[in-house]
Nanobody
Framework: QVQLVESGGGLVQAGGPLRLSCAASVRTFSTYDMGWFRQSPGKEREFVAAVTWTVGYTSYADSVKGRFTISRDNAKNTVYLQMNSLKPEDTAVYYC????????????????WGQGTQVTVSS
């Protein structure tokens, strides 16, 4: 069983940065592909970014490419999402997920989910 706990959400002004963290309580964290997703009210959950367990290949949604960076520290069992140049449309609950297939943007291919952390970007 993998437990994921997100942190780092909050209120930020447009154009500002925010870094999300996701801590995993599993010894085999380094073998899981990891992803970040987000969901806004009235919208479906959408893919944000993913990172593979080996080598650290990454993938991003077009809407965040060039602004967000996903990374992982296997020694700390943690995956990060550095968000820069935030926009009001980035406002959402952000979830991390474990177990995806490579850099899959399909949320159905992830086995474990955190509880989410709210990110609100004011204009």
């Amino acid at each position: 069983q993998v437990q994921l706990v997100e942190s780092g959400g909050g209120l930020v002004q447009a154009g500002g940065p925010l870094r999300l963290s996701c801590a995993a309580s599993v010894r085999t964290f380094s073998t899981y592909d990891m992803g970040w997703f987000r969901q806004s009210p009235g919208k479906e959950r959408e893919f944000v970014a993913a990172v593979t367990w080996t080598v650290g290949y990454t993938s991003y949604a077009d809407s965040v490419k060039g602004r967000f960076t996903i990374s992982r520290d296997n020694a700390k069992n943690t995956v990060y999402l550095q968000m820069n140049s935030l926009k009001p449309e980035d406002t959402a609950v952000y979830y991390c997920a474990a177990g995806g297939l490579g850099l899959s943007p399909n949320d159905r291919q992830y086995d474990y989910w955190g509880q989410g952390t709210q990110v609100t970007v004011s204009s």
